[in-house]
Every structure is written in C-alpha cells, then in structure tokens.
C-alpha cells in the first residue's frame, strides 16, 4: 500500500494492446451452506452495506478468529522444520533410580510449530484510547488452524509498523522489517532469528542502513522504508523506498549486521517504486514500476508513455557481491489499464516462468472521479492482478488479467454507486499469494472491499474462480487497522482485506488478516482445493 495520504496515481492502458473491454473470470460454483454474492461478482451493493453488511462466503468457511485489535497491511508466515534429536533419557526406567546419567537416549522429534506475524497501525496514528501494549507486530501461533493464539507483539522501531515490509526468510529462518512507518519511516531494518521457536523471536538487529554508520556503502539519499522482501537464499534483503523512489539492497550475510550495498534510481527510468520479489537463484529483481499520471486523457492519449508495471533488473552483481555492485535493467512491462503497481511473484505453472503482477489502483486511479473518467473512456476502474510470460525475458509478454465482474466499465453504473463518499482504495486487489512458487496452480487475493478470493491457475491463459470469503463488517474500528485512513471506514461496510494470503494444502486451510476484523482462519469445503498437484511448500507463497 503506497502512502495512503496523498497518494499519487496513475491512469495507464496496455502496451500489450491487446484492446477492448476486459472479460471477467469465470464465477465460482458455490455449495450448499453457502452464502454467495447477491449482486455482482466482487460487489457489496450499497444497501447491503447501509443495512450492516453481514459477509460471504462460498466454498470457504470460517473457523477461527482473533481480532485482537485489528491488523494493517502485511503478514508473513513461517513453518518450523520438523527435526528428530537424541534426548538424553532422564526417566527412571519404572525401577525408581535416576537413570539420567546412564548414557542413555530415546529419539524425540522437535515439536512443530506454524507461526503467524502481521503488521499493525504507527502509534503516531493510533486512537488515544488503544493500548500501548498492543502497538507493533502481533506473533501469532497457527499451528491449530481452529485456535489460533497470540504470543506476543515486536516493537523495535521498524516492527511497530512495518507497512507492507514483513517478510520471513525460510533458509535462513529469519524474520524482517524495514521501517516503513505510515508508509515512510526512517532508514532502519530489523532482523529477527525465529529458528528456535518461532512463537518467540529474538531480536538480532535494529539498525539504520545506507547513512555511513552501517560498515556498508553510503546510499545515495537517507533510505526510506515502505516495502521489502528477501532473496531467496535469505543473504540480501531488498527495501522499495517511495520517497526516493529507489530499490536499496541490504547485505544480511551476517544478520546481527545488516549493510547497505547499493541503490538503484527509478527516477532515471521515469518510473516510481513500490513492491518487489527476486528469483530463486537471486540474480533477477522483479520491481514495480508504480504508475503516476495527471489527468483521465492520459488513458487515450497516444503520446503520454504507460509507467505503471514492472521492470526486471539483473542482480547478479549484487548476489556476487562484487564491489560497487550495479543493478541493471533487463526490460520493462508497462501498461495503461492499471495504476499504483503493488507487487510481483515470481512462479512456474507448468514448467514455464511467469511473472503475477498486482496492481493497488485499477485506471482511474483512487477517487471518484478518477472511477468515472475510466468507466467513460472503457477501461477498469479498480486493481486487479495479471498473468504475464517471461519466457523470453526480454520482452514479459500478457496471457490473462484475473478480472472481477465489478472491473469491466459496462458495469460501471451498478458499481460506482456503492462507493459515494468514498476515496483511495474500494474494490479490487492489494496482495496476491500462491500456492507454490515452483509449481504454481492457485492464486489466493486479498482485495479491498471483495474480501479474499480465491482462482485456479493451472490453465495460466483461463484462470477462473473457485472461492471467497468475505468477513462480515464490524460496527467500531480496531485500533491496528488503517481502514480509517481518507474516511474509508464506515460502521457495518465491507473491511479492507489487504494482506497477504497463507494456503495450507496438506490441511486444505489458508489464513490472512483484514484490517477491523483480525486475522481468521478458513477452511475449504465441497472438494473444490487442494488440486490433485498442489503445494505448500514453506516460505514459497509470496
């Protein structure tokens, strides 16, 4: 989520130019139990919301909750590795003596935990009347998906609100923060160690990068945190800094030290920052390009350049450490019919590379009248996420946009009426997870207003829809949540659902947080997930 106060936006159409009005994704069959959308697919109808929207679901069930003060725009997740020791035997034998010193031992297996972390609201933001004791990042115990349980809250600085920057690192059992406070705090990162029991992480790090004190390179401006993520091997963390509009990598091969190596300058490129993934070996960044405009003409107007998308750089130098390590430009995919680019997920469907790419703001960026401008001129209002090839990673090219029925402008008329007196983020996606990186059949999306929906990918040119869920709307906001910012929270309206997606195909459960509501845990029903080749590999979602 990009700085919710004055957000700069973009309306963009496809460089692809595959033209005309974007066809939505086949609806999901509910089953019997069910509680479907009554209006279009992905809308709450403003009725519905004046009278106290009570949720959906379909093919999707809830089944645990924890509100606890609500959450804000990021969680991450971390599965402890199931480990079999020697444990000295200390019991008795049944003969009552002591036989601890003995010698001997029994097998034991490491207990196994699941554990949960999601960001909150900046104290500086926060109601007077919310505990200082529930300000940061909530940890949370998930191994029983019916009784999740909270451990206890991270507040270094970076971890009393790590915007959309929390990220775990399975290799190297590692969790991280840049200071992304309000959407732009300072230069600082915090690392944790979580390998001895995630429940309880210990701090490694809290320190300032890329200001000369770090013992790394000095960055070209103070870094500015917003969001970030890790390579793969867990030894290089990336932050994508707004204010500057920059991507600055931070070396973690000693995580008690983190080090700035070098920053890249969108603005060299015209282009903004926002979210970011890298490949599995390291030596690609996937970096949004996030999309600024003026004005609704620029939508049609053949000489105004698309700048929202991604743009994929070549890290090699950086994972190789060479001194005075360069990020360098590979290609470019930008577009027209999106704007406020979110993030991307590297994934192979099939044995062939894709790039997931997800917008925060659809064409008409994030007001009303921005809406209306886009509808009129036939692109989609709001964010959504697209399927692009990168087989040939000189030129990314499109194979299918995941469109809701309330994105296509010749609906325009039924939707826009449900958004009155509202601005910035509405209807349509924040963030987007799959299943497995490396064998990608499912895509899970938290969206604003269209609570978490659910697609099969397996046909990466055909995605369709398979579930969603949507939480029913709170009557008082949490004090965590930043569904307040712009006026957008309205008692008894649908909540924001903006982070990211966890899916579990060995219990066929996913968890996630929405902004009032907390974090809720959820379970498929009438055998629509997992496929019959899904995964969840741990630390391979986002």
Known sequence: MCGAIGVATAQSRDSEGDGGAPRSVPKAVCGSGDHPETGLQGQVPAALRAAGFKGFNCNLKLIAQSRNDGGNWQSTEFKERRQRFRDRDDTDGGDGRDNRDNGSYRDEEKPFHVCGYYGSQSPSLSPATRNPATFGTRVMDVTNASNPRLTGYLQTSSMLDPWESLKVNERRQLLAADQGTNGGGGPGVDVYDISQDCRSPQLLASVAIGTGTDGGTLAPAKPVGHEGSFAPDGLTYYIGDLTNDSYHAVDLTDPTHPKHITTFDMKTLGLGTHGLSVSNDGNRLYATSLGRSSSIADLTNPNVAANNGFVIFDTSEVQARLPNAQMKVVSKFLFKDGSVAQHTIPVSIRGKPYIIHVDEAGSGGTSNAGWAGACAAGFPPFPMARIVDISNESKPKLTAKVVLEINTPEKC??????????????????????????????????????????????????????????????????????????????????????????????RGTLWTTCQDNGLLMLKFEHGVWPFPDSSTPPGEQN
């Not at 958004?419 to 059949?441: E, K, M, P, Q, W």
């Not at 957008?488 to 997606?501: I, L, M």
């Open 413 to 506: 008329a039924s939707v826009l009426p449900d958004l009155v007196g509202l601005s910035i983020f509405t209807y349509g996606t924040h963030y987007c997870s799959v299943d497995n990186r490396n064998n990608a059949t499912t895509l899970a999306c938290g969206m604003f207003n269209s609570g978490i929906r659910v697609f099969d990918i397996r046909n990466p040119q055909k995605p369709r829809e398979i579930a969603y869920f949507y939480p029913a709307g709170v009557t008082t906001a949490s004090g965590g949540s930043n569904h307040g910012l712009g006026n957008n929270f309205v008692a008894g309206g649908p909540d924001w659902c903006s982070a990211q997606v966890h899916l579990d195909a060995e």
